[in-house]
């Protein structure tokens, strides 16, 4: 199909190719079937999408909520051959092909960007990544070398520390990517299981040094396909894996970064990952790293342990339960109130990166947080994560 020609600007639906996991959640739920998917990227024809928004919220990773205002469609053949999307055009300035209306681009870009929040950017210092190496109909095969429970035999909740390792078959990835695990069999529909996506756990040089393996984070659901299948796999089982996924979600290289993390329960698995690398290679590193940790009780936080290793001086741990006996309701953004003086600190240092992981609930708790303690500092939380996130020092992923 060649590219459509408009006189006037239009907004075209596109699909992010760094951070699609190829799960066919979006051509399956599309009433129109605008979306459409060779062996690199899954696409949407902008002469049948008919913007319904119906495949936004089973997305996963939202890949899916990514808007231009063109003057002229990019084809499906264009975005086949993506590794990423294409930066907004100028098109209220005519520098797009064909001239535009001023005041209708600008309110079509409004739309298209409303509740956005901008999109995020790697960290300068930051490794290039590798994506979409592997797919559904080209899995790369793994063997489980470890599965260990990481929370308490009397917790609620299971959350394992799985092992993979890949032998032979290259799998390169950077801490704060993420890996889609294939499930075997299929729903009631006879259609195979969606693909589930998992961050990565451990850092890029693997599990153990040198050994081309790397670790998830997994929580049992009762209902899970996936996450059940995960937790009881053996050792010697093998799996099938896709990906890597992630361009942005990444660690600084700069040994005098900054990093504030911020979790709640298997959120922890990419800073898992950040402790890990600057343990390994930066251990005298000038930048600080601060966690702040949430889940209902000390023995359903994963990690527990081994965080009690690992020294102040690599890592400051700040904990909160929200479910103790006896105790009031604590959650991320408690601590991170009550300990203000610290955190402004970082606020205020023109190196501090931002990373948030974990249940889609904390967001909003999390930020009215850190406008508080801006507010308290004489700073604008809101100009301040634009700022951020335009230099690649703010970052959020949850779920």
Not at 65 to 80: G, H, K, L, M, P
Not at 133 to 147: D, H, I, K, Q
Request: glycine share 8%; with cysteine.
């Amino acid at each position: 199909m060649d590219a459509t020609t408009a006189t006037a600007p239009r907004k075209q639906h596109l699909i992010d190719p760094e951070i699609c996991i190829r799960c066919n959640t979006c051509e399956e739920t599309c009433p129109v079937d605008a979306i459409t998917h060779d062996d690199n990227n899954y696409v949407v024809d902008p002469d049948k999408c008919n913007f319904c928004l119906d495949c936004i919220s089973p997305c996963p990773t939202g890949s899916i909520d990514n808007w231009r205002v063109v003057a002229r469609s990019y084809s499906i053949e264009e975005q086949f051959g993506w590794e990423e999307l294409p930066a907004q055009e100028d098109i209220a300035s005519g520098e797009a092909e064909g001239e535009a209306d001023d005041d209708e681009a600008a309110k079509l870009i409004a739309e298209a960007h409303a509740g956005s929040g901008g999109k995020s950017v790697a960290p300068k210092s930051a490794s290039k990544p590798t994506i979409n190496l592997y797919n559904r109909s080209r899995p790369a095969m793994a063997t489980v070398t470890g599965n260990f429970r990481l929370t308490d035999a009397n917790a609620d909740n299971d959350v394992r520390h799985i092992i993979l390792d890949f032998g032979d078959v290259s799998f390169p990835v950077l801490e704060g990517q993420s890996i889609g695990i294939i499930p075997p069999g299929a729903d009631a529909s006879g259609k195979p299981h969606v693909i589930r996506l998992y961050s990565v756990a451990s850092s890029r040089d693997g599990e153990r040094p040198k050994h081309n393996n790397l670790a998830l984070t997994v929580k049992r659901e009762p209902h899970g396909v996936c996450s059940n299948y995960l937790c009881d796999l053996r050792k010697g089982d093998t799996v099938q894996v896709t990906g890597p996924f992630g361009a942005t979600f990444l660690m600084p290289d700069d040994p005098s970064a900054n990093i504030i993390m911020i979790c709640t329960g298997t959120g922890s698995a990419p800073f898992r990952g950040f402790t890990e690398r600057r343990r390994r290679t930066m251990r005298d590193a000038p930048g600080r790293m601060m966690i702040f940790f949430g889940a209902r009780r000390p023995e359903e936080l994963p990690y527990f342990g081994p965080l009690q290793k690992v020294p102040d001086g690599l890592l400051r741990k700040h904990f909160a339960y929200s479910r103790v006996p006896g105790e009031p309701k604590t959650y991320v953004q408690d601590r991170m109130r009550a300990t203000a003086d610290e955190v402004s600190v970082f606020l205020k240092h023109e190196k501090t990166h931002i990373y948030i992981c974990g249940l889609k609930g904390m967001e909003s708790g999390v930020d009215e947080a850190l406008a508080d303690i801006c507010r308290g500092v004489g700073l604008d939380w809101t100009a301040l994560r634009s700022d951020l996130r335009a230099q690649g020092r703010y970052h959020v992923e949850t779920y």
